[in-house]
């Protein structure tokens, strides 16, 4: 493998220049591209260092000092870089490159996505556009001139504010933007095309008239309103909980299909994969219209938590990103039901970001390593990252915590900055010494409480002790105990013996005694999961039904259910001939019946994914787990088939709304069709599901019940889905995806025959993670299937990827470099697929620090 040099937080140091405005001409061509960068340059401090500039994949033309053009002596150039020597304290300098953003399919700098131009340079992309100081603690201001065909490109569009237009010989036209806010380069944004716009305009809460944009491909206008609305009611959110304003004349969302992120929050010119922007009633699920506004809102919400404040260097990228996310599910949680949203996070945490804290790459939420900065775009610094800022919010309490983001912004706007700052404004702002819970911020791994309890009856008090654990991580880092804070419940017989409150565990070992209780009481422990840990602690069935009943916090109750499935499921890996209590159905009969909203109810009925199962045991073995889950969810479909049969056919309706209730009577009955579905009924109910749907949520509910259970039905409701939705490019990735999950032996063959369909690109993103990623994420029966057909079928796709977009290939290769957690069966038929790619040439550096951990 080709050898790459790691950089490490330690080594940080501040630029030898600084870089004060930059004024750019872009004259866009698909295969010669020419930008000119006019740059203001200034020394940092007295010296003689050369200028080392950044620059890949680009031809570069000319260089000029003030008015003097250097010949080829007065600078060195490298594949990567440009040196430039003997300059003065202060000077203009131009540089001219020559790009091809059709041969671009990194997807990284300036490509082109089918007939528009555009961008992405977040993290080291605009060194593909023009040579520059490619770090985010280098802030300027920047002016863009963007030269293109008026015909073919009618919009012209960077960031700041439009402040001049005009018409050129040869069809071309140019038009100008200035953005008067400093900011790095990664943030700079430019997008060309010919577009249908929507607008609107919000009036901000001093008064100020912003112009609302919204810039589609051609057809898809009328599936842009869901999007527009996010967009609006996130300012309006963050101005009422944050006292935020918005602070340009214009905000711009731009939708484009081959994007390898979700979005990027490019400062007023956002560019959106599609897939978080197009949604209406016939196309969307309801998880469809949930995901596009919360990416709107975790975009928009960047313009200050990541914009106007950024991150000194990308070591401190959970700086943004953890706070940002904190901040869309906080919105998220005010615009629908608080409880399920909050499920829907932890689940995420639960079952992969505890798996990437057990695997190879673990790391804490600021890496102290990075080789290729686009792998830590990872749950690790953006789910737990965010897990950590809840925790501050938990220990401080709203008021301090919105005290500390006011003096957060109020010390640091323009500047780029550390998690140490924005952890000494939330310290200062509330009194509070956080000198301990920083360590949130450097250590890796997922902590595990050990809990123990005692009642005493003769005095009626309760002692509970809680102990830490941080079991050893890939990176073999010393561990400190951490400051975790525990909300707490104790359940007692006699409700008025019921406390709540909340704990902070700061030693290795404490314990707390609670007066005046009658009877031992249950403990009911991280309530709305207060901190992103494991809980060791035995609750007995009967503990578990009375939290599933009684806990006041709604996630008590749902975890007390998840607890109570998991344990039979790991009893059932080792004994498949376990015979299941009653009591397991009965309590699920209970949730059934009980007066809780029905969205609640859903996530009540699910039983745990095979990743969150495989998070908490060690040496899985995957078939194993699949036929446990599957006897447990058998055995409930059984004993509650009559229940099931009744509440879904209580919630079918002929009318389509898309109110909360509505939400929650789909999701609740498209669960009980799921548990259905593994009854004899099941074909025609899926099948009669799937022909009188009168919306995607059901539609999709059935033809995936069909896959995953493999009905009779299946083949026929998937002809027909992609005759009714061929050349829709988001509802076909979800045909791809379900093609992907097929419970058959002959999945994989399946698979590869659908790498030829026409409708298949793996140039695109979303289409490589709607086919071959749904597979090696979500198929677990067969991509661990004991022959390693799965592993070899990943293992021919990353090598192409390799090539085509080594990001996407960085994000598919973690299932497989998750192999420790696995038996050594499996452990070995993963391995042997690493290792025949890493023998491979020309790796990018992408896949090269994951196998390197890897294969340690």
């Not at 600078?75 to 203009?92: G, K, V």
């Not at 059932?572 to 969205?599: G, W």
């Not at 009744?646 to 079918?652: A, D, E, G, K, N």
């Amino acid at each position: 493998m080709t050898e790459f040099s790691p950089r490490y937080l330690k080594d940080y140091q501040a630029p030898d220049y600084k870089i004060s405005n930059v004024n750019l001409t872009i004259q866009l061509d698909d295969t010669k591209t020419i930008v000119t960068n006019v740059m203001d340059v200034t020394k940092a401090s007295e010296h003689q260092r050369a200028l080392v500039l950044d620059g890949e994949h680009m031809q570069l033309k000319s260089v000029m000092v003030n008015d003097t053009k250097l010949d080829r002596s007065q600078y060195q150039l490298s594949d990567s870089t440009l040196s430039i020597a003997n300059l003065p304290e202060q000077f203009i300098l131009t540089i001219t490159t020559e790009i091809n953003p059709v041969a671009n399919t990194a997807l990284e700098g300036l490509y082109k996505s089918a007939d528009v131009y555009c961008t992405q340079c977040e993290a080291e992309g605009f060194r593909r556009i023009t040579y520059f100081l490619d770090r985010p603690d280098v802030m300027a201001i920047y002016t863009t001139k963007i030269i293109a065909d008026k015909t073919s490109f009618p919009f012209l569009l960077a960031n700041g504010n439009k402040i001049e237009q005009g018409e050129l010989a040869n069809n071309l036209h140019f038009v100008t933007w200035h953005d008067p806010f400093p900011k790095p380069c990664y943030l700079f944004a430019l997008v060309a095309g010919d577009f249908e716009l929507l607008t609107d305009t919000f009036t901000t809460k001093s008064g100020r008239e912003v112009n609302l944009e919204l810039f589609v491909d051609k057809g898809n206008l009328s599936r842009s309103e869901h999007a527009m609305a996010s967009l609006k009611k996130s300012m309006l959110w963050d101005e009422q909980q944050f006292n935020l304003e918005y602070d340009l004349d214009i905000y711009m969302i731009v939708a484009v299909d081959f994007f390898n992120m979700g979005a990027m929050e490019n400062k007023g010119l956002n560019v959106f994969n599609s897939k978080f922007v197009l949604a209406d009633d016939l196309s969307a699920t309801d998880d469809d219209f949930f995901n596009v506004e919360a990416v709107i809102a975790h975009e928009y919400f960047h313009n200050w938590t990541g914009n106007r404040v950024t991150c000194r260097d990308w070591f401190q990228l959970s700086l943004k990103e953890g706070l940002t996310v904190f901040r869309d599910q906080q919105f998220s949680a005010d615009m629908h039901s608080s409880a399920v949203t909050r499920i829907k996070n932890v689940k995420i945490v639960r079952a992969q970001q505890f798996a990437e804290d057990a695997g190879p790459m673990a790391h804490p939420i600021r890496p102290e390593k990075v080789m290729e900065m686009n792998n830590f775009y990872t749950l690790t610094v953006y789910e737990k990252g965010s897990e950590v800022i809840r925790m501050m919010h938990t220990i401080l309490g709203d008021d301090a915590f919105k005290a500390g983001i006011e003096l957060y912004f109020e010390r640091h706007d323009g500047q780029a900055v550390t998690c140490d700052d924005f952890v000494a404004a939330m310290s200062d702002a509330s009194n509070t010494c956080l000198s301990q819970f920083k360590y949130w911020y450097s250590q890796s791994g997922t902590p595990v409480l050990i809990v123990s309890d005692d009642y005493h009856e003769e005095t009626n008090t309760y002692q509970l002790t809680i102990e830490q654990s941080h079991p050893q991580t890939h990176d073999k880092q010393e561990k400190q105990n951490l400051h975790i804070p525990v909300n707490f419940e104790l359940i007692s017989n006699d409700e008025n013996d019921n406390q709540q409150g909340l704990l902070h565990c700061k030693q290795q070992k404490q314990t707390w005694t609670f007066e005046n209780v009658s009877s031992k009481p249950v403990p009911a422990l991280l309530g709305n999961f207060s901190a992103p840990v494991k809980l060791n602690y035995h609750y007995d069935d009967q503990a578990l039904n009375t939290l599933m009943v009684n806990a006041a916090d709604e996630f008590n109750r749902w975890d007390a259910g998840q607890k109570l499935f998991a344990g039979y499921i790991k009893q059932l890996i080792n004994n498949p001939e376990l015979e299941l209590p009653l009591q397991v159905a009965s309590a699920l009969e209970q949730v059934l019946l009980s007066n809780a909203d029905n969205a609640f109810k859903a996530e009540q009925l699910v039983l745990p994914s095979f990743d969150e199962m495989a998070a908490a045991i060690d040496e899985v073995n995957s078939g194993a787990l699949v036929r446990a889950i599957s006897i447990l969810k058998r055995f409930i479909a059984q004993q509650l088939q009559s229940h099931f049969l009744h509440t879904y056919q209580s919630l079918c309706t002929s009318e389509f709304a898309k109110d909360g209730q509505a939400i929650g009577n789909r999701a609740l009955k498209n669960v009980c069709l799921d548990y259905l579905a593994l009854l004899d009924s099941a074909n025609e109910l899926a099948l009669n599901q799937f022909k009188q749907a009168n919306n995607m949520t059901d539609q999709l509910a059935a033809i995936k019940v069909a896959a995953v259970n493999d009905l009779r039905c299946f083949e026929d409701v998937m002809v027909e889905f992609a005759r009714q939705w061929q050349g829709n490019t988001l509802v076909m990735d979800k045909w791809f995806t379900i093609n992907a999950l097929h419970n058959n032996e002959n999945v994989v063959q399946r698979i590869i025959g659908l790498l030829e369909h026409p409708e298949f690109s793996i140039d695109n993103p979303n289409r490589a993670r709607a086919l071959i990623g749904a597979f090696a994420f979500y198929n677990s029966k067969y991509f661990h299937h004991q022959d390693g057909s799965g592993y070899e079928f990943l293992f021919a796709q990353l090598v192409k990827l390799n090539t085509i977009n080594p990001q996407v290939a960085s994000r598919l290769i973690t299932p497989l470099i998750q192999f420790k957690s696995f038996d050594k069966t499996q452990q070995k038929l993963m391995k042997a697929e690493l290792e025949k790619l890493s023998r491979l040439d020309n790796l990018s550096r992408d896949l090269i620090e994951k196998l390197d951990a890897a294969l340690q």
